[in-house]
């Protein structure tokens, strides 16, 4: 049985032996069963057994190799599998997880009065169903005197079921007490505090229980045999400015290391109570986060010097400018600070020059000033920072810096260990993204977020890794990119021998496209490929006045959406004098465009030219067949083009095409007088290839194309689908042909 599948109803079992049986399959099913050394595995099954006749007190050397964890978080396990392990001992257990194990009331209490497991150390029974009968039953317990962790979060326990809680007297070596979100108030959570046989507890959570200002002022108040205490987490408690002066005062709680508050109601008065703090010298971590907290609160916060060993600061989402910012920048104290938060507050200039400023935090290794007000004067300021030699993260997205701070940052290089910066949500432009990236050479970045948020991984390696200067081929294809990866492409100085760029299926548009044409680095560059993007006139007119290219020899800009005016603009370019293979397929070229692109002079290497799917119709044709310059040519595509006898004579007079050795007119509108026209040119004699499928062609013609003695290399002619031709015809075109390939 899959242990993921929830069993809805009880389990029936024969004989204990079955149920084990079960009961252990089950448990192998599981993810967390493989877990386990082998030796475990076979411990718990001898442990489990009915015939199994060892005692607690039995010192059987295998008793070394028992059980001592399981986990069935998630189990999902029946009543009757439950019961099984109550029923047998194994004595060895210091750990159980049942977590989300659907353990209801009666469960609950059957669990608190075991007695089978005597060495047990941590308990966690969070996300179950039980409520307040299961959890006074647990304060009821007397087996489990090493019991140092217990978890009941998300169970419905409540005031009363705490309380009863809070009465046992046998867990004196407890250390950690989880209780998130068990719709406990005022008086569980005072009655939790109240027991004075747990001063071993190190680590306490009420987070998101209702217990209000008073309780949690009450309970920082009395609950002084805490000495030991080390983590206190009252996140969504409810908690007030009198919460903030009874804890700061509580003089017992000397080992506190994490304090988290957040989401509650502290205020500037109680931060300030919380800053004047001289007890806590060993703590590490403090949230006051999402607490309506001021200037005068997060002063005093940053005023505090006993704080030497904080390593993290979590202000998020207050309400602190600039006087509170410049506090926490001045501070001289956190020298092992690591993390600062202050993201979502009112931060200006002023709070990050200082920040960027301070010498004394050499350990950070995090800071987020996400959503603050900070312009290029205060993102110039923090780049300025020459300390943080082990930043790692650094957020400072959404707020109002341009090109200068953003350039600052990235030009940074101390922070040499950074691999994580959010930049997105700027007034940052196409250029400043060119320098951020050219500036971020040699750091190993893992993750840069701009514009449009995550920047490709592997494309940042590529563009700023000394590895990738011998790179000869960039590959995106296919990948849903912006036109911001093309604008920073084209502007990067780094790849200088680039060779071949395939840009295919990505979204591109005018706007990218002109930042990739705007390249001056790619002098080697050979081949472009740019298919099936959204590239219109705007875009092949960037890109015709590129003139650093002077070794294109294929570009590909099929499947856009060029127009006349773009291929006129192409047609223009004087740099590419090497080009050899242009592919312009799936397009919008009509007449004019047809024209301007046969007028080319420069091209003299072009030896394919495919420009089918478009609308040149017989006047384009013609305009294309006055070309005088592309005497290299050896394929011309310019099927699907509404093309007819016209347009195809005119092909058949051109007299430079000399090299021509395949050219496909299929699919357009070419009839008899059209096909003769061809036939009747006397310079295409290297044909080897003619393909005239689906267009009009009778019978006539079709013999004509079969058997011209002047194309003397010609291996294939394709004239199927041409509906004029019967069949008894075509057998004798078949049958006067000596072509290697006739298709009809």
């Known amino acids: 049985m899959d242990i993921s599948r929830k069993v809805e109803e009880e389990i029936s079992f024969d004989n204990d032996s079955i149920a084990v049986d079960h009961l252990i399959e089950r448990l192998k099913s599981s993810m967390r069963w493989k877990k386990l050394q082998k030796d475990e595995i076979t411990a718990f099954e001898t442990q489990a057994s009915p015939n199994n006749d060892m005692s607690i007190e039995d010192e059987n050397p295998e008793s070394s190799k028992m059980l001592s964890e399981l986990n069935l978080e998630s189990s999902y396990l029946s009543a009757n599998e ?14 159980l997880i049942l977590k989300s194990a659907q353990i209801d009331e009666d469960l609950a209490q059957k669990i608190a009065i075991s007695d089978l497991w005597p060495k047990l150390e941590e308990l966690n029974l969070s996300h179950n169903y039980f409520g307040e009968k299961g959890a006074v039953a647990l304060g009821t317990n007397t087996t489990w005197p090493h019991l140092r962790a217990l978890d009941l979060s998300y169970n419905k326990i409540k005031d009363e079921g705490a309380t009863g809680l809070s009465s046992n007297i046998t867990w004196l070596n407890l250390e950690r007490l989880i209780l998130f979100n068990c719709q406990m108030g005022f008086q569980g959570a005072i009655a939790i505090s109240n027991n004075l046989n747990w001063n071993n507890l190190k680590q306490i959570s009420f987070r998101q229980n209702a217990i209000g200002d008073d309780g949690v002022a009450t309970i920082c108040k009395t609950a002084v045999h805490w000495t030991q205490l080390e983590t206190y987490d009252l996140t969504q408690s409810l908690a007030g400015f009198k919460t903030g002066y009874y804890i700061a005062t509580n003089t017992s709680w000397v080992n506190l290391k994490t304090l988290v508050l957040k989401s509650n109601k502290l205020g500037d008065q109680g931060a300030v109570y919380i800053g004047g ?8 971590e403090l949230n006051l986060s999402e607490n309506d907290i001021g200037d005068q609160g997060a002063a005093a916060i940053g005023g ?32 092992n600070l690591q993390e600062l938060w202050l993201n979502d507050n009112q931060l200006g200039n002023k709070s990050v020059i200082a920040i960027g400023g301070n010498t004394v935090w050499k350990n950070l290794k995090k800071l987020d000033l996400y959503r603050n007000q900070i312009a290029d004067d205060g993102a110039i300021g923090l780049s300025l920072n020459s300390s943080w030699s082990n930043l790692e993260e650094l957020y400072l997205h959404q707020n109002q810096f341009g090109d200068k701070g953003a350039v600052a940052i990235a030009s940074n290089r101390t922070w040499s260990k950074l691999r994580l910066l959010h930049l997105q949500g700027n007034k940052i432009t196409d250029d400043g993204y060119i320098e951020i990236i050219n500036n971020l050479r040699c750091l190993k970045m893992d993750e840069l977020f701009l514009r449009e948020g995550k920047f490709d991984p592997d494309l940042l390696l590529t563009l700023t890794d000394p590895e990738s200067l011998s790179t000869t081929e960039l590959n995106l294809q296919k990948r849903p990119l912006t036109d911001t990866y093309p604008i920073v492409i084209g502007g990067n100085n780094f790849l200088k021998n680039l060779r071949k760029i395939v840009l ?16 001056k680095t790619w002098t080697e560059l050979e081949e472009l490929c740019l298919s099936w993007n959204q590239i219109s006139d705007a875009g092949a007119a960037a890109l015709g006045s590129n003139e650093v290219w002077i070794h294109l020899k294929n570009l590909d800009l099929s499947g856009n959406k060029i127009c006349d005016g773009g291929v006129i603009s192409l047609a223009m370019n004087m740099a590419w004098n090497e080009l050899e293979e242009l592919n312009l397929e799936y397009n919008g070229i009509g007449e004019k465009g047809a024209h301007g692109l046969g007028s080319n002079e420069s091209w003299k290497n072009l030896k394919k030219l ?18 005088a310059s592309w005497i290299a ?15 195809a004579a005119a ?5 430079c095409w000399s090299n021509l050795k395949s050219i496909n007119l299929a699919s357009n509108n070419i009839d008899n007088n059209g096909a003769i026209a061809i036939v009747n040119t006397g310079c295409w004699k290297k044909l080897q290839e003619l393909n005239l499928h689906s267009n009009d062609i009778g019978y006539k013609g079709a013999c004509l194309l079969a058997s011209n003695p002047n194309w003397k290399e010609l291996k294939m002619v394709d004239i199927g689908e041409n509906k004029r031709i019967n069949g008894e015809r075509k057998r004798s075109v078949v049958s006067n042909s000596k072509l290697y390939s006739l298709s009809f």
Do not use: M, P
């Open 82 to 95: 439950v019961k099984v392990l109550l029923k047998y001992q194994f004595r060895n257990l210091k750990k």
């Open 277 to 284: 703090n001289t007890s806590w010298i060993h703590l590490e």
């Open 304 to 335: 505090n010097k006993v704080w030497q060993n904080l390593k993290k600061l979590d202000l998020y989402k207050n309400r602190i400018g600039d006087e509170g910012g410049v506090a926490t920048g001045n501070n001289t104290s956190w020298i």
């Open 504 to 519: 295919v299926s990505c979204n591109i548009t005018d706007r990218g496209v002109s930042g990739l044409a705007r390249n």
């Open 610 to 627: 495919q420009i089918g799917s478009n609308n040149l119709g017989d006047v384009g044709a013609a305009g294309i067949a006055k070309n």
């Open 633 to 647: 040519l050896e394929e011309l595509a310019l099927d699907l083009n509404k093309i007819g006898s016209e347009g």
């Open 651 to 655: 092909i058949g007079r051109n007299s």
